[in-house]
């Protein structure tokens, strides 16, 4: 049963509702689903400490539970990340995702949909807990001309207005994304910046990694190598196709030339990918399935976001001394400059690493 009662949950809700409705929103039937589904996924939490004292908890899920509560006491102890009760509680969700992005751009544009929330901004998706749901709306997109993309996500933040809890979607990683998943969603509630997500997720992601590396090194074990060889080159790859399709869009081709234009630079990322799988990967890619699937601009929306800026936190937690508060409170003087002014002095931070 949850902690926190259908009254209080409601307040909780209070203010961004208001702010829909002063706000004129048209799309009350979204956020009912919304408050809906995050009332459903509070109302399955279970404290972890007491399935872990339960004996009919089956042997694996207690495993995986313990490490899970591990990484939570070192995140707080050693991370100086929120000290709550999000993670000390579990949600069997019964299905592969917690909820379903939908991602949308134009035809001939690399710039997404936006929706804009009370709380967190303007954000290049809306999530859905239904995965009908997701589908019809990514239907309604493709009907106005929109590529359109969905994405199961198997974790989010509530940004501390909840306790998060452990999803059973997450206990499908193995352990070392399971620890870093954790440190990555408390950073998000450790600070976030209202409508920049790449700033977000840049800064969540170093949290992550940072915080996985001191993680080793306190169990005494080697940090694996911090970048995935693999993954990067992919990421290279789909942003340097998203360049020249940046290009294509900005040329001023009729219509039917950028099309065809665009069908060719789809056919030419898979034809690079699988050399390159060929030359650096021995034959064997872990992407084959995201390739070998439709492509279009609103697929290649998420890449770059998690890692654009994350060699600058880098440099931000070195210039101060690598401690922690001192870091979160740099990153909070950051957030507060006007958007221009954040940009270059993140830019800064770049060229200074």
Not at 76 to 85: E, G, Q
Not at 159 to 184: Q, T
Request: hydrophobic share 40%; aromatic share 12%.
């Amino acid at each position: 049963m949850p902690d926190v009662s259908p009254i209080d949950f409601l307040r909780r809700l209070a203010v961004p509702l208001l702010a829909l409705l002063l706000s004129g929103c048209s799309t009350l039937d979204y956020y009912a689903h919304l408050g809906q589904g995050q009332w459903q996924l509070l109302h399955a939490r279970e404290p972890v400490e007491r399935l872990l004292a339960d004996p009919a908890t089956d042997p694996k899920l207690a495993e995986r539970l313990r490490l899970s509560q591990t990484a939570r006491d070192f995140a707080s102890a050693h991370l100086h990340l929120p000290d709550n009760r999000s993670y000390r509680l579990y949600a069997d969700l019964h299905r592969p995702f917690v909820v379903w992005n939908v991602f949308a751009t134009p035809e001939f544009s690399l710039d997404p949909k936006l929706h804009c929330f009370p709380i967190a901004g303007c954000v290049a998706y809306r999530g859905y807990y239904q995965q009908g749901r997701a589908r019809g709306a990514a239907a309604l997109l493709r009907q106005q001309g929109l590529d359109t993309y969905i994405g199961g996500v198997e974790a989010y933040s509530t940004l501390g207005w909840f306790d998060d809890p452990l999803l059973s979607s997450m206990l499908r990683w193995n352990d070392e994304r399971l620890v870093a998943v954790i440190f990555h969603e408390l950073a998000h509630q450790q600070y976030y910046l209202a409508g920049d997500t790449a700033f977000n997720e840049s800064f969540a992601t170093f949290v992550e990694r940072e915080g996985l590396r001191q993680w080793h090194v306190a169990r005494g074990e080697t940090p694996p190598a911090s970048d995935d060889r693999q993954r990067q080159q992919f990421v290279e790859l789909v942003l340097a196709s998203r360049e020249r399709l940046r290009q294509l869009y900005a040329s001023g081709l009729p219509e039917q030339d950028m099309r065809a234009a665009k069908r060719a630079e789809f056919e030419r990322l898979r034809r690079d990918y699988r050399a390159l799988r060929q030359r650096e990967w021995g034959g064997q890619g872990r992407y084959d399935a995201w390739i070998d699937s439709p492509l279009n601009n609103a697929k290649l929306l998420p890449f770059g976001l998690y890692d654009q800026w994350v060699p600058a936190f880098a440099a931000l937690f070195e210039k101060h001394g690598r401690d922690w508060n001192a870091f979160y409170a740099a990153v909070t003087q950051l957030g507060r400059l006007p958007d221009a002014d954040r940009q270059a002095r993140l830019e800064s931070l770049l060229q200074n690493d």
